[in-house]
Every structure is written in structure tokens, then in C-alpha cells.
């Protein structure tokens, strides 16, 4: 016959666990409540927080390719219809007036499906160059990859990967979204710091109603104790 300390296939038995809550005073077992409430609560709270961010995320995501979407059905169509040269030169004419956001912060780019920058409205400098190479989170691989994919494929694909704003010490994440146009990949991306400030901010105001909820326990505890 087991004693109650003892173990069975290597588990505690229950009437172990009984015994010892049973040898707790209430204080001490009103403390071991509201330690599993608080867990449970932060639990909860992190939950909801992710949820808030993916909702702000997905929200963002949507606006953006909706935007692109326009312009690429656009581009689609002049490229149709011209040489490279004049479509080129008819897109950089296009997406050079499609500015949005802060600081007209919001563009799109054009580029091959080499990923060089054929249109790129905040440097033109840069154009023909390669885009700065960046870690892709769903592949694995650099982002070069990806204008290849689209351009190969012709399927239009969201991906996301860490970025550091200028200017801006901390990385952050960013969402981008390709759309084939022909042999060209038409892009634009969105900073997900706003998805970011949404969690802090729903943690933060949890762990403060959390906290101010197991304080009035812990006093309400201390009083019946006492």
C-alpha cells in the first residue's frame, strides 16, 4: 500500500497535494490563489495583446494592399501597351505623385525581378541599384529572392522582415508587399511600430488593472486573516 508522500509511476499522488494544501493556513492558501489568479490573468492579458496586435497588423496590411493593388492594375495596363522605355518612364511619372503618410513617408517602387530599383521616388538615385539586402522572416533567404518569385510565379505575396528607420536606433518590423506588373515587380511597405505601440500600451494597461485587482485582494485577504 502507497503512502500518501509516496510516488506512482512516477507521478505525485493527489492525496499528496491534498495533504500539504490541507497543513497551509488560510493566509498562506489565499496566496497561493491569488498567485495562480495572477498568472492566469497575465496569461490572459499577453493573449489579448497578441490579438491586438495581429488585428492593428492585419488592418495595416489590408490598407496597404489595396493601395498597390490599384496602382499595379495601372501599371499592368500601360505596360501592356508601350516598350520598356515609355512604360518606364510613364510609371516613374505616376508613382513619383503617389506620396502618402507623414512626411510623405508612404511610396511605391518599381523594380525587376532581379530587384533592382527601376522606380524609386525617394532616392532616384538609387535607381538601378539592388534593394538593400534583408533577411526575409517566411523564407529564410535574402529579399532579392522574392522579386524573383513574384516576377517567376506572377502571384503577388506579402512578406516581413526587421527594419531600423532612419535615424531610428531601435528595429523594428515592416510588412512589404510585391505585385508582378509583366516582368517587373511593383512593392510598397508599411512599419508595423503602430502594431508594436498597441501591444506595449494593451500590457501595460493590464498589468496595471491586474496589479491594482490583487492588491485589493491581498488587503481584502489580510483583513478577513486578521
Known amino acids: 500500500m502507497l503512502l500518501p508522500a509516496e510516488k506512482e509511476n512516477g507521478h505525485v499522488n493527489p492525496s499528496r497535494i491534498t495533504m500539504l494544501l490541507s497543513r497551509l493556513q ?29 488585428s492593428v497588423s492585419g488592418a495595416l496590411e489590408l490598407g496597404l494592399q489595396s493601395q498597390v493593388d490599384s496602382y499595379a492594375g495601372i501599371l499592368s495596363d500601360l ?76 502571384r503577388s505575396v506579402i512578406i516581413h522582415y526587421d527594419y531600423q528607420k532612419p535615424g531610428n536606433t531601435q528595429v523594428q518590423g515592416k510588412s512589404t508587399y510585391l505585385v508582378p506588373v509583366g516582368e517587373y515587380v511593383l512593392g510598397s511597405g508599411i512599419s508595423l511600430d503602430s502594431a508594436d505601440a498597441a501591444f506595449s500600451a494593451y500590457m501595460w494597461n493590464s498589468a496595471q488593472c491586474v496589479l491594482l485587482n490583487m492588491l485589493a485582494l491581498l488587503l481584502v485577504v489580510h483583513l478577513i486573516a486578521h
Not at 501592356?80 to 513619383?96: C, K, V, Y
Open 26 to 54: 488560510f493566509g498562506a492558501k489565499m496566496n497561493v490563489l491569488m498567485g495562480l489568479m495572477l498568472l492566469l490573468s497575465l496569461g490572459g492579458a499577453l493573449f489579448n495583446a497578441l490579438s491586438a496586435k495581429d
Open 79 to 154: 505596360h501592356s501597351r508601350m516598350d520598356d522605355q515609355q512604360f518606364q518612364a510613364e510609371a516613374r511619372a505616376l508613382l513619383s505623385k503617389a506620396r502618402w503618410g507623414e512626411g510623405l513617408s508612404g511610396y511605391l517602387f518599381l523594380a525587376d525581378k532581379q530587384g533592382r530599383l527601376v522606380v524609386f521616388p525617394p532616392k532616384p538615385e538609387n535607381e538601378g541599384k539592388p534593394v538593400p539586402a534583408t533577411r526575409v522572416n517566411e523564407t529564410g533567404r535574402d529579399i532579392t529572392d522574392s522579386f524573383a518569385e513574384v516576377a517567376r510565379t506572377q
